[in-house]
């Protein structure tokens, strides 16, 4: 019986020093790389940390989502459908543009408004143009959705994260708009309403807007519906989900400004541009403040809010395009020397590919877009003489001798209709016989009761590399310190001395006590325009967990009290689960004004807390610390165990918290970038190789994955766009993975002269030489051959 209790008692002695299984760790070196880049260029006193954090952050996952990574590679529906829909943008371009004038684009130019400008009938015809999409099979899963996943995987460090985010997207925008057109005659002359989201921006709460009410975008809060939506909108990534306004801004009239009087590119994207100016970094917290499917790049266009979103972008982009052609220069030339801010500048080069067919960058400058094919319709203004936006959904707001539209809440909207009612009911009254009674209204439609705030749920879609399922999370409980923030500055509750009160400081105002305000001094760090709760006594503290080695975000508030000095607050936060292969989750906090609260993460065997990085490390070795789920979590925190009378709180298993302490000094780590090695001259990339598409040649038909290689009957990799290397994908992921080799890494395609495979940043592209050369994969180099392949662009008018 011995020999059993000595053995029991080495496993329990191995069992406490088998490693922490939810344990801190560094942030990847290249996120690294990125917080230095933004520390160069803004503050925390400057900028709403939160911006900043999420830009980093995102660009870090847009460059890491990779087809080696595990980030989804475009099906060959969505290929076909986008090789089908490219060529007729770069068609349309081709045919009246710059390149090569040969006849007028057909039709009349398109026209696009407000959303809340159009009539009824055309607000019907979009939406109804917009379901028809989503209702058309023909290519899987619908038309609608496929396209929406074009927006992922290789295209998202060419298309963002650089200039030729501008160009993407002006011909993205105008392929949906004819995918929407195709959908049948009556949508013929479809075009996409932008949504100018300063009209919430001037909002006093801009979450009450009526856009995202069942009248327009559907409602905004948990699972959307309603509205352009109809019933409901499944997608690929679950129910579509929104949260608005707990994160980002809308557009402030600010930031429009800072970009419109700009005039030269480099003002308004790249490395030389400053981040007031920087309108894609503007365009970002639109996308955080919607939330939900937004979020994330690889879902965003799952929302129809995206295009109306980035059609709105795009009319500023136009806006200053209009001031620069004013100001003299040749806005098809004008390109920025660093198109980039972190990193990726070779793929924002403006002789790289555009993305789309055989266009390159500088294509997407063309003045045809907005001289031959479609315009804009001014947003919508109103002044002190004529105080009418033209819209129900829009109210003239009057202050002084200053005058702007706003949008209208759903309740004003309906008061607005109700008012018309009384208003026609007296006039069809009036001919016959003048009356003093009161017209007989309509019952008051009721108007659905909105959250308060703090009552709304927040609702994640727990998608997980591309599957929404709540069971692919384990929960991790997160501590929370909050102390009181600048601007709250009372309580109202105060002490009374010798019969009298004193109003200098409430009870708990650690101004109060000079002991306590010693060490809760605040900073006066940036913060959004409006906060969600405004001035409040409860408020909430956002916490999201951001993937690092897969593709999720999950996000949670804790409520903390604001009245108090310093208070203690917890919430339970999802990661993916551990079961299969470790989590690398990165775990960030924010305050409902944009200010971050800085990680710090618990020493093992002590109850202090030091500053960390915020990234996580889970593996499901035991002792977990991770609840497999809610429940499960709450049960690791709270001992019931110990006195059954009273719960025990356990920290031993809280290993990370937030500071919430209200300073301006930079925490994020940061390491210089290493020099980017600079493109080899006279050597064009076309970074994604042509698939044809229905309409010039059979597809070959290929799925990313492994395959065979019939010649030498090695296991190779398909990696789509007709490149075959032969390699099997899992060794190519392992490579991949090596940052320090991956820069030098380059794969021939065994099926394609002209094709080569190169590694950037931990990424595969697919890569085509230009027209007359050929790859090769001795020199690593496009040299001049035999190859025929005759689809390449010429050289194209270069800045
Ligand atoms: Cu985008």
């Given at each position: 019986?011995?020999?059993?209790?000595?053995?029991?008692?080495?496993?329990?002695?191995?069992?406490?020093?088998?490693?922490?299984?939810?344990?801190?760790?560094?942030?990847?070196?290249?996120?690294?790389?990125?917080?230095?880049?933004?520390?160069?260029?803004?503050?925390?006193?400057?900028?709403?940390?939160?911006?900043?954090?999420?830009?980093?952050?995102?660009?870090?996952?847009?460059?890491?989502?990779?087809?080696?990574?595990?980030?989804?590679?475009?099906?060959?529906?969505?290929?076909?459908?986008?090789?089908?829909?490219?060529?007729?943008?770069?068609?349309?371009?081709?045919?009246?543009?710059?390149?090569?004038?040969?006849?007028?684009?057909?039709?009349?130019?398109?026209?696009?408004?407000?959303?809340?400008?159009?009539?009824?009938?055309?607000?019907?015809?979009?939406?109804?143009?917009?379901?028809?999409?989503?209702?058309?099979?023909?290519?899987?899963?619908?038309?609608?959705?496929?396209?929406?996943?074009?927006?992922?995987?290789?295209?998202?460090?060419?298309?963002?994260?650089?200039?030729?985010?501008?160009?993407?997207?002006?011909?993205?925008?105008?392929?949906?708009?004819?995918?929407?057109?195709?959908?049948?005659?009556?949508?013929?002359?479809?075009?996409?309403?932008?949504?100018?989201?300063?009209?919430?921006?001037?909002?006093?709460?801009?979450?009450?807007?009526?856009?995202?009410?069942?009248?327009?975008?559907?409602?905004?809060?948990?699972?959307?519906?309603?509205?352009?939506?109809?019933?409901?909108?499944?997608?690929?990534?679950?129910?579509?989900?929104?949260?608005?306004?707990?994160?980002?801004?809308?557009?402030?009239?600010?930031?429009?400004?800072?970009?419109?009087?700009?005039?030269?590119?480099?003002?308004?994207?790249?490395?030389?541009?400053?981040?007031?100016?920087?309108?894609?970094?503007?365009?970002?917290?639109?996308?955080?403040?919607?939330?939900?499917?937004?979020?994330?790049?690889?879902?965003?266009?799952?929302?129809?809010?995206?295009?109306?979103?980035?059609?709105?972008?795009?009319?500023?982009?136009?806006?200053?395009?209009?001031?620069?052609?004013?100001?003299?220069?040749?806005?098809?030339?004008?390109?920025?020397?660093?198109?980039?801010?972190?990193?990726?500048?070779?793929?924002?080069?403006?002789?790289?590919?555009?993305?789309?067919?055989?266009?390159?960058?500088?294509?997407?400058?063309?003045?045809?877009?907005?001289?031959?094919?479609?315009?804009?319709?001014?947003?919508?203004?109103?002044?002190?003489q004529n105080p009418d936006c033209g819209s129900k959904y829009l109210k003239c707001v009057v202050f002084r001798d200053n005058a702007h539209c706003v949008s209208s809440t759903l309740a004003e909207v309906v008061q607005w209709e109700i008012d018309q009612t009384r208003l026609t009911t007296v006039a069809s009254t009036l001919p016959t016989r003048p009356s003093t009674a009161s017209p007989s209204i309509c019952s008051t439609p009721t108007v659905?009761?909105?959250?308060?705030?703090?009552?709304?749920?927040?609702?994640?879609?727990?998608?997980?590399?591309?599957?929404?399922?709540?069971?692919?999370?384990?929960?991790?409980?997160?501590?929370?310190?909050?102390?009181?923030?600048?601007?709250?500055?009372?309580?109202?509750?105060?002490?009374?001395?010798?019969?009298?009160?004193?109003?200098?400081?409430?009870?708990?105002?650690?101004?109060?006590?000079?002991?306590?305000?010693?060490?809760?001094?605040?900073?006066?760090?940036?913060?959004?325009?409006?906060?969600?709760?405004?001035?409040?006594?409860?408020?909430?503290?956002?916490?999201?967990?951001?993937?690092?080695?897969?593709?999720?975000?999950?996000?949670?508030?804790?409520?903390?009290?604001?009245?108090?000095?310093?208070?203690?607050?917890?919430?339970?936060?999802?990661?993916?689960?551990?079961?299969?292969?470790?989590?690398?989750?990165?775990?960030?906090?924010?305050?409902?004004?944009?200010?971050?609260?800085?990680?710090?993460?618990?020493?093992?065997?002590?109850?202090?807390?030091?500053?960390?990085?915020?990234?996580?490390?889970?593996?499901?070795?035991?002792?977990?610390?991770?609840?497999?789920?809610?429940?499960?979590?709450?049960?690791?925190?709270?001992?019931?165990?110990?006195?059954?009378?009273?719960?025990?709180?356990?920290?031993?298993?809280?290993?990370?918290?937030?500071?919430?302490?209200?300073?301006?000094?930079?925490?994020?780590?940061?390491?210089?970038?290493?020099?980017?090695?600079?493109?080899?001259?006279?050597?064009?990339?076309?970074?994604?190789?042509?698939?044809?598409?229905?309409?010039?040649?059979?597809?070959?038909?290929?799925?990313?994955?492994?395959?065979?290689?019939?010649?030498?009957?090695?296991?190779?990799?398909?990696?789509?766009?007709?490149?075959?290397?032969?390699?099997?994908?899992?060794?190519?992921?392992?490579?991949?993975?090596?940052?320090?080799?991956?820069?030098?890494?380059?794969?021939?395609?065994?099926?394609?002269?002209?094709?080569?495979?190169?590694?950037?940043?931990?990424?595969?592209?697919?890569?085509?030489?230009?027209?007359?050369?050929?790859?090769?994969?001795?020199?690593?180099?496009?040299?001049?051959?035999?190859?025929?392949?005759?689809?390449?662009?010429?050289?194209?008018?270069?800045?």
């Amino acid at each position: 019986m011995a020999w059993f209790f000595s053995l029991l008692l080495i496993m329990i002695s191995l069992v406490s020093y088998v490693r922490a299984t939810v344990e801190p760790t560094d942030v990847p070196d290249e996120l690294t790389w990125n917080f230095h880049v933004a520390q160069k260029k803004t503050s925390m006193s400057n900028t709403p940390a939160s911006a900043i954090q999420a830009w980093c952050t995102n660009v870090y996952k847009w460059q890491y989502d990779s087809i080696v990574h595990g980030g989804r590679n475009a099906s060959t529906g969505t290929r076909q459908l986008v090789n089908y829909l490219s060529d007729q943008v770069h068609l349309s371009v081709h045919r009246s543009g710059h390149v090569k004038r040969q006849a007028a684009p057909s039709g009349p130019k398109r026209r696009r408004k407000e959303i809340r400008m159009l009539s009824e009938k055309e607000l019907d015809l979009y939406f109804r143009a917009v379901r028809a999409a989503k209702a058309n099979t023909t290519t899987t899963p619908n038309v609608y959705e496929a396209l929406a996943e074009f927006h992922t995987g290789i295209t998202s460090i060419s298309a963002h994260g650089g200039c030729n985010f501008f160009g993407w997207h002006r011909v993205y925008l105008l392929m949906y708009e004819n995918m929407l057109r195709d959908q049948g005659p009556e949508f013929a002359e479809v075009t996409i309403p932008y949504w100018d989201s300063r009209l919430e921006a001037r909002m006093d709460q801009p979450t009450s807007t009526v856009l995202f009410t069942d009248r327009l975008l559907g409602t905004g809060s948990g699972e959307a519906t309603g509205g352009i939506l109809g019933s409901g909108w499944s997608t690929s990534a679950g129910p579509l989900v929104r949260n608005i306004g707990t994160d980002g801004p809308p557009m402030t009239d600010e930031a429009i400004v800072n970009v419109t009087r700009m005039t030269r590119m480099r003002e308004i994207c790249g490395a030389d541009s400053a981040i007031e100016s920087d309108l894609e970094f503007h365009h970002n917290g639109i996308h955080r403040w919607v939330d939900g499917q937004m979020a994330m790049l690889q879902t965003s266009a799952l929302d129809p809010a995206f295009w109306s979103h980035h059609t709105f972008i795009d009319f500023v982009w136009e806006a200053f395009r209009m001031n620069s052609q004013r100001n003299g220069v040749n806005t098809e030339t004008d390109y920025p020397e660093n198109p980039t801010t972190m990193g990726a500048a070779e793929l924002h080069a403006p002789d790289a590919a555009l993305g789309f067919a055989e266009m390159t960058v500088i294509d997407g400058l063309s003045n045809t877009f907005t001289t031959e094919i479609y315009e804009y319709d001014p947003p919508p203004t109103c002044s002190v003489q004529n105080p009418d936006c033209g819209s129900k959904y829009l109210k003239c707001v009057v202050f002084r001798d200053n005058a702007h539209c706003v949008s209208s809440t759903l309740a004003e909207v309906v008061q607005w209709e109700i008012d018309q009612t009384r208003l026609t009911t007296v006039a069809s009254t009036l001919p016959t016989r003048p009356s003093t009674a009161s017209p007989s209204i309509c019952s008051t439609p009721t108007v659905p009761a909105l959250y308060s705030e703090h009552d709304k749920p927040y609702q994640n879609h727990y998608c997980l590399n591309g599957k929404s399922d709540i069971r692919q999370w384990v929960y991790i409980p997160v501590k929370v310190i909050y102390r009181r923030p600048p601007e709250y500055q009372s309580y109202g509750s105060y002490p009374i001395y010798n019969g009298k009160s004193s109003r200098t400081n409430d009870i708990y105002s650690p101004g109060a006590y000079t002991q306590v305000h010693q060490y809760l001094k605040n900073g006066q760090p940036a913060k959004y325009d409006k906060c969600a709760e405004g001035d409040k006594r409860i408020s909430s503290v956002y916490i999201k967990s951001i993937g690092l080695n897969y593709d999720g975000i999950y996000k949670e508030y804790a409520i903390v009290d604001r009245r108090i000095a310093i208070t203690e607050s917890t919430a339970y936060i999802a990661v993916k689960n551990p079961a299969m292969e470790s989590t690398l989750a990165l775990i960030q906090a924010t305050d409902s004004c944009g200010r971050v609260c800085r990680p710090v993460c618990k020493k093992p065997k002590s109850n202090i807390y030091r500053p960390c990085s915020g990234a996580v490390r889970l593996t499901s070795a035991f002792p977990r610390r991770y609840g497999t789920d809610f429940g499960n979590a709450v049960m690791d925190i709270w001992d019931f165990i110990s006195d059954k009378t009273c719960p025990q709180f356990n920290t031993e298993n809280v290993v990370i918290a937030f500071n919430c302490d209200f300073q301006t000094d930079w925490f994020w780590p940061t390491k210089q970038p290493p020099v980017q090695q600079s493109v080899p001259p006279g050597h064009v990339i076309y970074k994604r190789g042509k698939v044809p598409g229905p309409v010039t040649r059979q597809a070959p038909h290929v799925e990313a994955g492994p395959i065979h290689n019939k010649v030498t009957g090695v296991p190779g990799c398909d990696l789509g766009y007709g490149c075959l290397v032969s390699k099997p994908c899992a060794v190519l992921s392992q490579e991949g993975k090596d940052t320090g080799l991956c820069s030098t890494l380059q794969y021939e395609c065994m099926n394609s002269c002209h094709m080569y495979a190169k590694c950037w940043y931990g990424k595969l592209y697919v890569q085509q030489c230009n027209r007359g050369m050929r790859y090769d994969p001795s020199s690593l180099k496009c040299v001049p051959g035999m190859c025929d392949y005759s689809h390449s662009s010429k050289g194209l008018p270069r800045a």
